[in-house]
C-alpha cells in the first residue's frame, strides 16, 4: 500500500475513533468502595461508560493490532521510509517515542507475582475479554481479586493516552498532505 493512502486511512480511522463517545466525554477515571461492602474490599469503577469503552474498541484495535495497515507502528514506519520532508518525520518519531513510552512505564500493578506494564495491561484485556479471548489471558483476568478493577482503569487509561498520541499523530499527517 502506498504511503499516501495508508495515511489517509489512518487519518479516517482515528477521525472515527474521536467521534466515537468514549473518547469524547471520558476526562477522568477512578476506583472506589462499592456501596454496602464495608466488610471487604470491592472496588466499583468511575469515570467511563463500559459499552461506549467497548464501542471505541473497534476503531482504536485498528491502531494496535498487528498486520493492520493502520497499525500506528506501521504508518510511522512507512512515513519514515517515504520522500516527505524531514521536519515531518522528526514530528512523528517524537509521536512514536510518546507512545512507545506510554506502553512501556514502569510496572503498574503486582498481582500473584507479575508486573504489568500498560502494554501487558492492554493485551490482557483486548485478547482477554473484548475480542480473542484468549483462554490463558482471560484465566489471569478472571484470577485477580480487587486488584482487577484497577488493573481495568489502567487498560482504559492506557487508550485514553495511545487516543490521544494517535489523534495527534493524524493531525501532524493531515498537515502533510
Known amino acids: 500500500m502506498r504511503v499516501e493512502q495508508r495515511i489517509k486511512e489512518f487519518i479516517k480511522v482515528t477521525r472515527s475513533l474521536q467521534r466515537t463517545k ?10 472506589r468502595n462499592a456501596k454496602g461492602s464495608y466488610k471487604k474490599i470491592r472496588l466499583k469503577p468511575f469515570g467511563y461508560d463500559e459499552e461506549e469503552l467497548r464501542s471505541s474498541l473497534i476503531d ?10 493502520t497499525n500506528f507502528y506501521s504508518v510511522c514506519n512507512a512515513v519514515e521510509r517515504s520522500t516527505l520532508p524531514q521536519s515531518l518525520k522528526n514530528e512523528v518519531r517524537e509521536l512514536r517515542k510518546e507512545f512507545t513510552d506510554i506502553l512501556n512505564k514502569d510496572a503498574t500493578l503486582y498481582d500473584r507475582g507479575t508486573h504489568d506494564k500498560p502494554k501487558e495491561v492492554l493485551d490482557k484485556w483486548l485478547n482477554g475479554k473484548y475480542f480473542h479471548q484468549e483462554p490463558s489471558k482471560r484465566r489471569a483476568l478472571e484470577r485477580m481479586n480487587f486488584v482487577r478493577q484497577v ?27
Not at 468514549?22 to 476506583?31: C, D, Q, R, S, Y
Not at 489502567?154 to 490521544?164: E, P, Q
Open 22 to 31: 468514549f473518547i469524547k466525554t471520558t476526562k477522568e477515571v477512578g476506583v
Open 60 to 69: 482504536f484495535r485498528k491502531l494496535v493490532l498487528q498486520g493492520e495497515t
Open 151 to 177: 488493573h481495568k482503569l489502567v487498560f482504559v487509561a492506557t487508550i485514553l493516552n495511545l487516543s490521544r498520541v494517535a489523534l495527534k499523530l493524524a493531525d501532524v499527517l493531515k498537515k502533510a498532505k
